[in-house]
């Protein structure tokens, strides 16, 4: 694989990912959750959790900049040899279930506002997903320079409508209203601390994808610098676009009318200027997230490609493209995957199980697995977070309870995913006289 992605393709791609559908439809649900204007602390929350995290990735994207991301972390971290097969190949065995998850969110989102321009039977809007994600596995069809271009142009489209709907609030005359009342009704007490846990569970989904990046460690130029640069960046540019976006809406539709919308951009848009221009965000906001569909795939693409070559995994996922250099079977089994989740499940759903699956094996596993390189001081860490180890703590008890609050049932699940995951590994280990069965 070639390095041919510089900063400003990286920060694209992650920013891409991270907007999608995302916000446009968690922001009528995160408000209701709160039931009141201090619905801004749940995003600013989803922002220190993302920022927080960035720095573990950094240390380990910068020391490891290869294909697979978390594959390759968790490999090194828990022994090449020894308990890092075992964590690697459940961050595979997951990413197979859940990377299609994601892919079949933005799609099924993709499909919701599309309905806003062409009310649809359950039937179509069906149809229509899954045709999203046929066509996002058509254009990822080639080489990473062109994909790299495709991304930019996607990004162009993805600042574009953040900027009109956040221009659009400043023009109303409003804007600042939504933070001067943020503390009206506001009680610090059980209630409030239990409504910003559920709600950030739908803010933090909004900010997934700041690490996609390190999925692509192997396509990045000067990875030791860019690869922490473009999460950063990232992130603080899409935490100051989510939180003007959330005023900016605020300040012309009143919070306890916002929450009872499907379509609220487009209302907004709507009261604003009239229907026409509503459509044209709408527009916009499907292009958002066809961007977050292509970016998506694009890294989790890498994951079982990765896997493989190191013969963790199928060997069949190890080929890549003979002249094209991408990862094609990759490519091909996770749309298939997302294409038949597209079809059978509903949007609320899949954001909680998403984030069920991942936290435990990849965000709270990985954290521990920097510990334990760290004191093992074996490793070159090119990019070292300021008080150490403090932030990887922080990062630790927050998603521990992000965890907790997507509910019994999802965390039952994503138990159940990791259980099944060990007994194929260790079914697989005791055969091929792996670890831990190996003499």
């Not at 250099?325 to 089994?333: D, I, K, T």
């Not at 990849?362 to 920097?370: D, E, T, V």
Request: hydrophobic share 55%; net charge positive.
């Amino acid at each position: 694989m070639q390095r041919h992605l510089g900063l400003a393709q990286a920060t694209a791609i992650n920013m891409i990912d991270m907007v999608g559908i995302g916000p446009f439809i968690t922001l009528p649900m995160v408000i209701g959750l709160m039931n009141g204007p201090y619905f801004l602390y749940a995003w600013l929350l989803g922002a220190v959790l993302s920022f927080v995290d960035a720095m573990v990735w950094s240390e380990l994207g910068a020391a490891y900049p290869a294909a697979g991301g978390s594959y390759r972390f968790l490999k090194e971290a828990y022994g090449r040899n020894d308990a890092g097969k075992y964590m690697s190949f459940l961050f595979v065995w997951q990413t197979m279930i859940q990377a299609p998850l994601v892919i079949a969110s933005a799609a099924i989102g993709f499909a919701a506002y599309f309905s806003y321009l062409v009310p649809m039977a359950p039937l179509y809007t069906k149809m229509v997903s899954g045709s999203v994600v046929i066509l996002i596995v058509v254009l990822l069809y080639r080489n990473i320079q062109t994909i790299g271009k495709i991304s930019v142009l996607l990004w162009i489209g993805v600042l574009i409508t953040m900027f009109w709907i956040i221009g659009g609030g400043i023009a109303h005359g409003n804007f600042t209203a939504p933070i001067r009342h943020i503390n009206d009704g506001l009680t610090l007490n059980y209630a409030l601390v239990t409504a910003v846990g559920y709600a950030s569970v739908k803010t933090i989904y909004s900010y997934l994808g700041y690490y996609n990046v390190c999925h692509l460690g192997a396509e990045i130029k000067n990875p030791e610098r860019n690869i922490p640069r473009s999460m950063f960046l990232s992130i603080a540019g899409i935490a100051i676009l989510y939180l003007s976006m959330n005023v900016s809406v605020a300040s012309v539709i009143p919070w306890q009318e916002a929450k009872e919308s499907q379509y609220v951009l487009s209302l907004f848009m709507q009261r604003l200027a009239g229907d026409a221009a509503a459509a044209v965000l709408t527009c916009l906001i499907l292009w958002v997230a066809f961007a977050s569909v292509f970016s998506a795939t694009l890294g989790y693409s890498r994951i079982p490609y990765a896997a493989a070559k190191d013969g963790a995994f199928l060997p069949v996922f190890a080929r890549l493209h003979p002249t094209r250099h991408f990862p094609y079977v990759s490519l091909l089994a996770l749309g298939s995957v997302a294409f038949v989740f597209s079809l059978l499940f509903k949007l609320k759903d899949v954001i909680s199980a998403i984030l069920a699956m991942r936290i435990m094996i990849q965000f709270i596993g990985q954290a521990i697995g920097l510990l334990l390189l760290r004191r093992r001081k074996e490793t070159a860490f090119p990019y070292k977070m300021p008080f150490f180890p403090i932030p990887v703590y922080l990062a630790i008890v927050l998603w521990i309870g992000v965890l907790l609050s997507t509910g019994t049932r999802m965390v039952l699940s994503g138990l159940a995913v990791a259980a099944l995951g060990t007994i194929i590994y260790m079914v697989k280990a005791q055969k091929s006289k792996d670890w831990p069965f190996r003499p």
